[in-house]
């Protein structure tokens, strides 16, 4: 079986016989991916694409966000109230709602 080395890394300190893991281990390999994934500035981070869907429209007061049509690939039902003016943010996926007529 092939495991990747943070989860070899989380095995080998949870048999070193103490009840305390070394998580400390796991931080660089986590810090030396996230860099390396930072470094690429030609794509556009997922907070930014989030940001490019423009609101979505709500005739009530209540949006129902579940991130996707398909269950598989939402996210937890969350039932957003839209009485601000101000669009209200999913905090699951990030998307935005606001009321019809406010706009």
């Known amino acids: 079986m092939a495991y990747s080395g943070v989860l070899k890394t989380l095995i080998r300190s949870s048999n070193l016989g103490s009840t305390t893991r070394n998580i400390s281990l796991v931080g660089s390999q986590i810090s030396n991916h996230t860099a390396k994934w930072m470094q690429d500035t030609s794509k556009k981070s997922p907070m930014e694409l989030i940001n490019e869907v423009p609101p979505i429209k709500v005739e009530g007061r209540i949006a129902a966000c579940e991130g996707d ?32 007529h406010h706009h």
Not at 69 to 91: R, S, Y
């Open 69 to 100: 049509n398909n269950p598989a690939l939402g996210h937890p039902i969350e039932f957003i109230c839209l009485d601000l003016k101000e669009p209200a943010v999913c905090k699951y996926c990030g998307l935005r709602y606001v009321q019809e």
